[in-house]
């Protein structure tokens, strides 16, 4: 059975910064794409970062610049170091097992203004 577990979530005024990680069990996160998802309350769930097998990363426009994804292959864990926070980023974060079914619990993300 493959569990992700997130953690690092809280609140952070605005400018701020967070590290979300994912935690990955039951499978091995090094033969998997993997990303990061966000959903906003009234809003649908939208993709934020992926990475790559390889490492390359994509993405969404309104982050760009100011977030980070990263993998640990040896620790089976995947980041987003999310830099000068915004109120619109305040979000439930979710962790996936890219393209698959694999869904982490989310943690929320407040930024305050």
């Known amino acids: 059975q493959v569990q992700l577990v997130e953690s690092g979530g809280g609140s952070v005024q605005a400018g701020g910064s967070l590290r979300l990680s994912c935690a990955v069990f039951?499978?091995?996160?090094?033969?998997?794409?993997m990303a990061w998802y966000r959903q906003a309350p009234g809003k649908q769930r939208e993709l934020v970062a992926t990475i790559t097998t390889s490492g390359s990363t994509n993405y969404a426009d309104s982050v760009k610049g100011r977030f980070t994804i990263a993998r640990d292959n040896a620790k089976n864990t995947v980041s987003l170091q999310m830099n000068s926070l915004k109120p619109e980023d305040t979000a439930v974060y979710y962790c996936?097992?890219?393209?698959?079914?694999?869904w982490g619990q989310g943690t929320q993300v407040t930024v305050s203004s």
């Open positions: 039951g499978s091995l996160i090094r033969f998997s794409a």
């Open positions: 996936r097992v890219f393209t698959t079914p694999y």
